[in-house]
T-cell receptor, first 114, second 113 residues
Framework: EAQVTQNPRYLITVTGKKLTVTCSQN?????MSWYRQDPGLGLRQIYY???????DKGDVPEGYKVSRKEKRNFPLILESPSPNQTSLYFC?????????????FGPGTRLTVL | GENVEQHPSTLSVQEGDSAVIKCTYS??????FPWYKQELGKRPQLIID?????GEKKDQRIAVTLNKTAKHFSLHITETQPEDSAVYFC????????????FGKGTHLIIQP
């Protein structure tokens, strides 16, 4: 089954404790991205990647890092999480680079930073 | 960069009535406008999209219209049903570009029985 998976689905942590949210897709998609969703603010892009070893900042990259060492995986790293990073995070992927191509979202990761 | 405004933030309609959600965009270079539906606790899923070379697109009970001159586009849902209750997001992007989509803030559609 073609899908985007994320782990963990739920995470409660404390300020300053490094964490990684994994994202994996089995559709051989070139383009992957991370969004955060906050009430009243919609979906905002954090980082995106056009292919292996190619990443770039989105609209709200502060406090996040990403890597793309393999085509299928695109982990999101919070080196020192803070309470304002409490949010619902979605990974997404699409084939090719053109924005016309349908974007597939993962199931989401709900992160709480205390 | 692109800015997408979406209205209303909440829309309540009677079952069977029509619902209309409106979005405006700022970047005249944007030429691709998808709509996503997000049910409670689920991921966003594409329900319909339109490119700037057409003015309207329909898929059963849903339709999207685009006015390039005014830079606005709308989602129309006819004969609403309980399963239409969800948050709907509009988005804009430039076809061929490697940037992501810019999303509106979302509309919570409530279908009253």
């Amino acid at each position: 089954e073609a899908q985007v998976t994320q782990n963990p689905r739920y995470l409660i942590t404390v300020t300053g404790k490094k964490l990684t949210v994994t994202c994996s897709q089995n559709m051989n998609h070139e383009y992957m991205s991370w969004y955060r969703q906050d009430p009243g603010l919609g979906l905002r892009q954090i980082y995106y990647s056009m292919n292996v070893e190619v990443t770039d900042k989105g609209d709200v990259p502060e406090g996040y890092k990403v890597s793309r060492k393999e085509k299928r995986n695109f982990p999101l790293i919070l080196e020192s999480p803070s309470p304002n990073q409490t949010s619902l995070y979605f990974c997404a992927s699409r084939v090719g680079l053109a924005v016309y191509n349908e974007q597939f979202f993962g199931p989401g990761t709900r992160l709480t930073v205390l | 960069g692109e800015n997408v405004e979406q209205h209303p933030s909440t829309l309540s309609v009677q079952e069977g009535d029509s619902a209309v959600i409106k979005c405006t965009y700022s970047d005249s270079a944007s030429n691709y406008f998808p709509w996503y539906k997000q049910e409670l606790g689920k991921r966003p899923q594409l329900i319909i999209d339109i490119r700037s070379n057409v003015g309207e697109k329909k898929d059963q009970r849903i339709a999207v219209t685009l006015n390039k001159t005014a830079k606005h586009f709308s989602l129309h849902i006819t004969e609403t049903q309980p399963e239409d209750s969800a948050v709907y997001f509009c988005a804009g992007g430039t076809g061929g570009g490697a940037d992501g989509l810019t999303f509106g803030k979302g509309t919570h559609l409530i279908i009253q029985p």
